[in-house]
């Protein structure tokens, strides 16, 4: 038996363990080398290559996909899948379909975003007033380019802007399109980049041909008197404001107030809204109105309902038995987006520069680039003219001995040699000549070659103008307003938005009269309120309170008053008076959390009771510092009724003083050390959520824990607990002026 050879053992080679040089360790780096490093590149990414659009009004997204539907035959051809537009686009734009899908959408027909729609979508592609409308995939829904894009790509192919290498430099792409109109003013265009913004609203085309063309025969035309206001999509009404109107067209910023249209149907006694402004959504509308059912605040209505179709945009409100509809909806545009405002920001991208211009100025820098691609394009026709002209002059000069060149070319041995003998032979180009070797020999005949050549005194002709328009800026802006005038009467629609002036909508200040008469408010630890009259105090006996809980604050006023509701997570809550019930005090009364739908687990822990936002607040730490606020910083050009960082969250609130003008405050601290201070004393702060500054010193394990207004006669001496500079520490209290209360700690 044959024995069993051994096998040696295979040598197992010891692991490897990789090593990162520098992993864990910390490196120092100056903060303005990590933002100029890091942060910079990619800022200026976002604005230059993103989110602002340039003097074509075009962001590089909305370019990339036009340019590739273009380039498909999309702008005579019929529509195709989305999908293929999409994955064509992603060989210029690699940020994903997803992201170029919903590019596409926003550009389109179907969802009606735009006053002049560069795409022509079939399918469902949502609502831009929709927010629940979700528009269907790529694959469901078909797209061509719109007619009007004809005039985004006038002329592409005659050099009239620069091409680029796309982002692995293996096509061409536009880095412009040479509109022939201001585009950048006729659709409303918005983006975010990083630190700064651009939103830029839309204007009926006619009337923007129109401005443009009177600010090319006259710089100084006023651009108002042809330009009245801006045009928005769905027919929103424009609240015209004078002021506001002058200041967006001379800075490009300014707030335009838009409000919704309706009408009253009166068999079915309801309120169709129709039209609401481009920055909200039904969704958001019909919302805000349920909402401000439940609160009581509208009583009017009985239904509501989003009645959108294939017909359009509508909101039907039903209208209890004899309710005023115009009334009605007075109070709606002041308590809901129906009525909301319209931020401009003209931010354009010049020469890869961001500049917010007005409306007048942004025309002039459009009419400036529009004339560079006129001068191109008219430079190129002249270019091509006159290579035609060089060829046909040479074939001229063969018409004069056509048999001569048939010998010269029978006889010429090499086909090489072809070209420079009839260069010799007619004493013409080497262009002449390879363009004269390439007739046809049937073409070489006396007809045919005087067919060709009759055309060279109108060759010249066409060159000459085109000379003279090229030495003329004149002859290059009559061009562009002919062309703008046939624009205009092209696509041309009738203005949308209609303008109401301030006269017509004084009703809107006209809202249900807020009845005026002294009440008494009383606001609780556990943060309960009350809104009692003064015959229902007489006669009232003690307050109904939960166990532990305490009235804290009594402030006597009138119902037409604001109420301020300061909370334990740095928030203020705003009300009106009116908005609470008179009450008795045998009641607990509202509980103001539930009231103000404050956010879970956020108790309300002061109240302020004011009509004309005067006066100071003070705000006291347990760290030992105040801060000094104005009230006026609380009050609203708007119906917000709700404040973020209302004071500042670097440390526990200690207390919140109410007062109308500067005087004494004592604090205390839990050590028993007390300290009066003169709010005078204290700079007054513009910002809600200031820090303050340092009034009391505290010793180690102790805290501020209470502020009051200082009675007269409290201390016997009271000079003992002031101070003349700040922060100081304060005094115990005297054997005379210590009391229960003064040294409870609660």
């Not at 528009?135 to 469901?140: D, G, K, Q, V």
């Not at 108002?224 to 999509?233: C, E, V």
């Not at 006694?269 to 509208?298: A, F, W, Y």
């Not at 709700?642 to 007062?659: E, N, V």
Request: glycine share 6%; proline share 4%; aromatic share 8%.
């Amino acid at each position: 038996m044959a024995s069993k050879k051994k096998t040696p053992p295979k040598s197992i080679s010891p692991k490897t363990h990789g090593v990162i040089n520098g992993a864990g360790d910390i490196v120092e780096q100056p903060i303005v080398s990590t933002i100029r490093e890091n942060y910079m590149p990619y800022a200026m990414s976002v604005i230059l290559s993103r989110a602002i659009p340039e003097i074509d009004g075009f962001k590089p997204s909305h370019r990339k996909l036009l340019f590739t539907m273009y380039k498909m035959g999309l702008l005579t051809g019929n529509r195709t899948k989305s999908a293929n537009i999409v994955g064509a686009t992603m060989k210029l734009n690699p940020h994903g379909d997803s992201a170029i899908y919903d590019t596409m959408v926003r550009l389109s027909r179907g969802y009606e975003a735009l006053l002049h729609p560069y795409v022509d979508s079939k399918g469902n592609f949502g609502k831009f007033y929709s927010r629940d409308m979700a528009w269907a995939a790529s694959r469901y829904t078909e797209a061509k380019l719109a007619p009007i894009c004809n005039e985004l790509f006038r002329d592409i192919d005659k050099d009239t802007v620069d091409f680029v290498d796309n982002y692995d430099n293996t096509m061409k792409e536009p880095s412009l399109l040479p509109v022939a109109f201001p585009s950048v003013l006729v659709n409303a265009n918005t983006g975010i980049a990083v630190g700064m913004a651009s939103n830029i609203c839309s204007f009926n085309l006619k009337e923007i041909c129109e401005t443009t063309a009177a600010l090319i025969r006259d710089p100084d035309h006023d651009i108002k008197t042809t330009l009245p206001a801006p045009d928005f999509i769905g027919g929103c009404q424009i609240i015209y404001d004078e002021k506001t109107i002058n200041q967006v067209y001379e800075t490009g910023r300014g707030s335009i107030k838009l409000r919704a249209k309706y009408e009253y149907d009166k068999s079915a006694n309801c309120i169709d809204v129709l039209s609401i402004p481009s920055t909200t959504t039904c969704e958001v509308i019909i919302e805000k109105i349920i909402d401000l059912v439940k609160q009581g605040k509208v009583k009017e209505i009985s239904d509501i309902r989003d009645e959108t179709g294939i017909d359009g945009l509508k909101i039907t409100i039903d209208l209890k038995r004899g309710v005023d509809p115009d009334k009605l909806m007075a109070k709606l545009f002041r308590f809901t987006t129906l009525e909301d405002s319209y931020a401009c920001n003209f931010n354009v991208l010049i020469g890869g520069v961001p500049m917010v211009l007005g409306v007048k100025s942004l025309l002039e820098e459009w009419i400036a680039f529009r004339i560079e691609c006129v001068r191109r394009r008219t430079y190129y026709d002249r270019n091509k003219k006159a290579d035609k002209l060089h060829l046909l002059k040479g074939l001229e000069k063969i018409l004069l001995d056509i048999d001569k060149a048939i010998k010269i070319i029978r006889e010429t041995d090499e086909e090489v040699e072809v070209v420079p003998n009839l260069m010799i032979g007619f004493g013409i180009d080497k262009i002449q000549a390879e363009y004269v070797a390439e007739i046809k020999l049937r073409h070489l005949n006396r007809e045919y070659i005087l067919k060709r050549t009759k055309d060279i005194e109108e060759l010249e002709k066409e060159i000459a103008e085109l000379d003279e328009i090229l030495k003329s800026k004149a002859r290059i802006k009559t061009i562009i307003v002919k062309e703008l005038k046939a624009i205009a009467e092209k696509y041309g629609q009738p203005r949308k938005s209609i303008i109401i002036y301030e006269d017509s909508t004084k009703y809107e200040e006209e809202i249900e009269e807020i009845p005026d008469y002294p009440v008494t408010f009383f606001f609780t630890k556990e943060g309960y309120f009350k809104k009692i009259t003064p015959q229902s105090l007489r006669m009232s006996g003690a307050h109904k309170l939960k166990d532990g809980d305490g009235i804290v604050q009594e402030i006597e006023f009138s119902n037409n008053c604001d109420l301020l509701f300061f909370t334990d997570k740095c928030q203020v809550y705003k009300a009106k008076a009116s908005d609470f019930s008179d009450t008795k005090a045998s009641v607990l009364g509202d509980y103001v959390a539930a009231k103000l739908s404050m956010d879970e687990g956020e108790n309300a822990v002061f109240m302020v009771a004011t009509k004309d936002y005067k006066g100071i607040l003070l705000f006291a730490f347990e760290n030992g510092k105040a801060a000094k606020v104005p009230l006026e910083a609380y009050a609203t050009k708007t119906n917000r009724k709700k404040l973020t960082g209302a004071y500042s969250d670097k440390s526990p609130l200690s207390g919140i003083i109410y007062l109308q003008d500067d005087r004494e405050v004592l604090f205390k601290a839990s050590s028993g050390r007390m300290l009066l201070v003169h709010t005078g004393a204290l700079s007054l702060k513009s910002t809600r959520s200031t820090q303050g500054v340092a009034v009391m010193k505290l010793k180690k394990g102790h805290r501020l824990f209470e502020i009051s207004e200082y009675k007269e006669g409290t201390f016997a001496k009271p000079q003992r607990y002031r101070t003349r500079s700040m922060p100081a520490l304060g005094a115990l209290p005297s054997n005379e002026d210590t009391s229960d209360e003064q040294l409870s700690l609660l």
